[in-house]
């Protein structure tokens, strides 16, 4: 008796698989193929919005540290021109110490004021990056 029951079983179980894979009607299709559609639309333009506001953000901080890069710049070479203004200061003085009374006063204050109008410069070129 065991075994008149599993050849009905089997054939139900072919029935009931062969009805999962039926044809849709042609509105049905179309419908689902529409709201596919649009779905696939709706995350496209989600996509795109991200990927723009990646771009944006990238840019915006692509600019940044691009500016960060040209103060860096600009400050290091003001930077180098006051050490060289100190090193041309040293020689100097030191070629002022050779003259003696007015002459070597005179000399020592245009050393000064040439090593202040770099540092002033520099200071200007520092501010105008900063």
Do not use: I, Y
Not at 17 to 30: D, H, I, M, T, Y
Not at 52 to 70: I, Y
Not at 106 to 126: P, R
């Amino acid at each position: 008796m065991r075994t008149s029951f599993w050849p009905a079983g089997m054939a139900m179980a072919l029935l009931a698989l062969g009805g999962c894979n039926k044809a849709q009607s042609p509105a049905e299709v179309q419908r689902d193929v529409a709201s596919a559609a649009k779905s696939a639309a709706e995350n496209n333009t989600q996509a795109n919005e991200k990927q723009a506001d990646v771009a944006a953000s990238v840019n915006k901080d692509l600019g940044d540290a691009t500016q960060n890069a040209d103060t860096k710049t600009a400050d290091a070479s003001a930077d180098a021109a006051v050490t060289r203004a100190e090193g041309n200061h040293k020689v100097a003085t030191a070629k002022c110490e050779s003259m003696a009374g007015d002459a070597q006063k005179a000399c020592k204050d245009e050393a000064d004021a040439a090593l202040e109008m770099a540092k002033a410069k520099a200071k200007a070129t520092k501010a105008d990056h900063n």
